[in-house]
């Protein structure tokens, strides 16, 4: 939030309300789920992404933790990352 609020020029406590009601979330929520949308376009789109261990990809996107990385996947997609891939028609 500080290095957003920095690049925009702004505060944080203004950032974080203007996400807040831009996008009816706060900001980690927001931020996680741009993060799910980003590991699912790279698990479509780029081939070596697929076979990149779970914690690989998890640090690719900026988790910190896959169990963080997996609540919010099937939060964001209603998937687990396992699912979304086998739907996808990689594989595992």
Not at 25 to 36: A, E, I, W
Not at 57 to 63: D, N, P, Q
């Amino acid at each position: 939030m500080a290095r957003l609020a920095e690049a925009v020029q702004s505060n944080p406590k203004y950032v974080s309300q203007t996400v807040n009601e831009e996008f009816c979330c706060n900001f980690n929520t927001y931020l996680n789920g741009f993060r799910v949308r980003e590991a699912c376009r790279r698990f479509i789109a780029d081939e070596s992404v697929r076979r990149l261990t779970m914690e690989a990809v998890v640090a690719e996107v900026g988790f910190n933790s896959r169990s963080t990385f997996i609540a919010a996947f099937k939060r964001e997609t209603g998937l687990t990352p396992s699912e979304y891939k086998k739907q996808a028609g990689m594989k595992e």
